[in-house]
């Protein structure tokens, strides 16, 4: 009977498939392994694909062509009228001039303006143009859903076009300094310094992040609304608002705190503050100081001064450093309103939902 049992129970072992189960087992441990990896990973080739895609329907697009043609006729027209003003022999004779360079992208002959007016000016309209129809002009041919529909994060759709805009943005800004300073070596035929050329850099990315700006500002109105043509009236009203309209309301504010001429020092100095600080919410207003301090190395206060702090100053031109320094106030206000907008942008385009047509 004890043999019997005892074959048995080695029959139902032996029936087990004991090096079967661990091979499955194996699999299982594997497929877990590959699926939380897979749930880690960034899928980085739809990413690139989209943003490859996004700087191709910009470069097409008739808009770019358009603006990137105004911008770039209006600095040339700029940057001839100021070598036609006898800046040449200026820059041979003058020994005092020496920042040549920087004057053909600060001075111009009184014909049209100078080289960063027209970037400050047409710069806010050219990253409206990029960024109104990012989102709302999918989602209503309905490719928007679509795109949901793969396997990708839906805030990569964001991302991407985004640094598209910037690729597009830094590419066109660098074409126009690198053009301007060839066609000023070729007229002139002498090279730019050292300090020159890092001056002309570090504008050129102060000024990318200014419509970077605009950008993300018009990218948050395409996230905000459905029509295209309203996200774009309400970037262009902004635009005006902040051009026009805000300084108007400035000069009224200050108006009242206008001080006689017999008024105190206090009194002046709390009025010039007053103005000076009423102006550093405006993103153009932050754009121009720091294109003075960049452009112009003897600049040494962007605020008011007083008899006090003027006492003992050398009137020199001041380092690189100095002058990043000196604006920097200015450089974090405009970084964090661009950081600001593409925040608002990337919460409510995260929570909105997004439904296909029919």
Not at 39 to 61: C, G, L, Y
Not at 115 to 132: A, K, T
Not at 315 to 344: E, K, M, R
Request: aromatic share 14%; net charge positive.
């Amino acid at each position: 009977m004890k043999n019997n049992i005892i074959t048995t129970g080695v029959s139902k072992i032996t029936a087990i498939d004991i090096p079967g189960r661990i091979s499955k087992l194996r699999t299982l441990i594997a497929m877990d392994k590959s699926i939380g990896e897979n749930k880690s990973s960034f899928p980085w080739e739809p990413f690139k694909a989209m943003v490859q895609k996004e700087i191709t329907d910009h470069i097409r697009n008739w808009r770019f062509i358009i603006l990137f043609a105004i911008i770039s006729l209006a600095c040339m027209g700029t940057l001839f009228s100021t070598l036609n003003d006898g800046m040449k022999t200026l820059a041979a004779d003058n020994a005092e001039n020496s920042f040549f360079f920087l004057n053909l992208f600060t001075k111009s002959d009184g014909t049209l303006p100078s080289y960063f007016v027209f970037v400050g000016f047409l710069g806010p309209l050219f990253g409206i143009s990029l960024g109104f129809d990012a989102i709302s002009s999918e989602q209503n041919k309905g490719t928007l859903s679509r795109v949901l529909a793969q396997p990708i994060p839906r805030d990569s759709i964001l991302n991407a076009k985004f640094l598209a805009g910037i690729i597009v943005i830094s590419v066109m800004l660098f074409s126009l300094t690198f053009l301007v300073l060839g066609t000023g070596l070729i007229a002139v035929g002498i090279p730019p310094s050292a300090e020159e050329f890092m001056r002309i850099m570090v504008y050129t990315f102060f000024s990318i992040i200014y419509v970077s700006f605009w950008l993300n500002l018009s990218i948050l109105f395409s996230v905000r609304f459905r029509q295209p043509a309203t996200s774009a009236l309400s970037g262009i009203a902004v635009w005006l608002f902040f051009t026009i309209f805000y300084p108007l309301i400035v000069n009224m504010i200050v108006k009242g705190y206008e001080p006689t001429k017999y008024a105190s020092p206090k009194a002046i100095h709390f009025y010039e503050n007053l103005k000076f600080y009423l102006v550093q919410i405006i993103p153009n207003e932050l754009f121009d100081e720091i294109t003075s301090a960049i452009l112009m190395p003897s600049v040494r206060s962007l605020g008011p001064l007083t008899m006090e702090q003027l006492q003992g100053a050398i009137p020199t031109s001041l380092p690189l450093g100095q002058s990043i320094l000196l604006v920097w106030p200015q450089f974090t206000g405009l970084l964090a309103l661009t950081l600001l907008c593409f925040l608002f942008s990337y919460l409510v385009f995260m929570k909105r939902e997004i439904r296909s047509r029919g």
